[in-house]
């Protein structure tokens, strides 16, 4: 009889779960997205292969030639001066998902490098946007900033910097969360422990929408397959 009772009573509480139960969305008001997927919308939004001799390969800037040394063979651009490269690409929100995955050559000569940047600058002379850059001992930084001049960063130490004079695969993901700890960098497949001295946060924005400018500051470096 009392386990007779207990399946009668779990039955019972089984059928009251089933009335109680509400759609996910309704337990909080969110935006709507294109996509049905709860972590991304699940598209490439950029490709550059920068393949020579590729058909729809891009014409390349003055100051950019051709690589030779790639480890994936004929593809790549070194940079011989600083250059003015910039392609179309889709306007960011801080508070989505971003994964930026690229070939990275350390350049010849020791320098602070700009090598992806999609800024603007808005009211207040404050700049919204996303960069990644390197310094001089080859650390890297990702920094995110939104329209009211926070900022957020992600960076690469030179305890575990990239290495000198040679091709590296870089892959820099955001998570959303609008954080510094939503930012986590990977160098040849690697993850390496992030430096960063405060939490930071930043708003839920549309950050820049002009174009994004390719190896800006990059003299004696190279890129491949953004």
Same mark, same amino acid.
């Given at each position: 009889e009392e386990w007779q009772s207990l399946r009668e009573s779990r039955a019972m509480l089984q059928r009251e779960l089933k009335e109680w139960k509400t759609p996910a969305e309704a337990w909080w008001p969110v935006r709507e997205r294109e996509s049905k997927s709860p972590v991304s919308n699940d598209k490439l939004a950029l490709f550059l292969p920068l393949t020579k001799g590729a058909p729809d390969g891009p014409e390349l800037p003055k100051g950019a030639e051709w690589a *030779?040394?790639?480890?994936? $063979?004929? #593809? $790549?651009?070194r940079l011989t001066d600083e250059v003015e490269w910039q392609v179309d690409a889709p306007q960011i929100r801080s508070d989505e998902p971003l994964t930026i995955s690229f070939w990275l050559r350390t350049p010849d000569l020791v320098a602070n490098t700009e090598i992806l940047e999609q800024t603007e600058k808005i009211d207040d002379d404050k700049t919204t946007g996303w960069t990644i850059t390197t310094n001089v001992a080859n650390a890297l930084t990702f920094s995110m900033s939104d329209r009211r001049g926070n900022t957020i960063r992600g960076v690469l130490p030179d305890n *575990?910097?990239? #290495?000198?004079? *040679?091709w590296q695969h870089i892959c820099v993901r955001y998570s959303g969360g609008q954080s510094n700890s939503s930012i986590s960098i990977l160098a040849n497949g690697r993850a390496a422990a992030l430096r960063n001295s405060t939490q930071s946060l930043i708003e839920a924005d549309d950050l820049a929408s002009l174009p994004l400018k390719l190896a800006a500051r990059m003299p004696t470096a190279g890129l491949s397959d953004l």
């Open positions: *030779e040394d790639h480890p994936n $063979g004929d #593809r $790549g651009v *575990e910097a990239l #290495r000198p004079h *040679e």
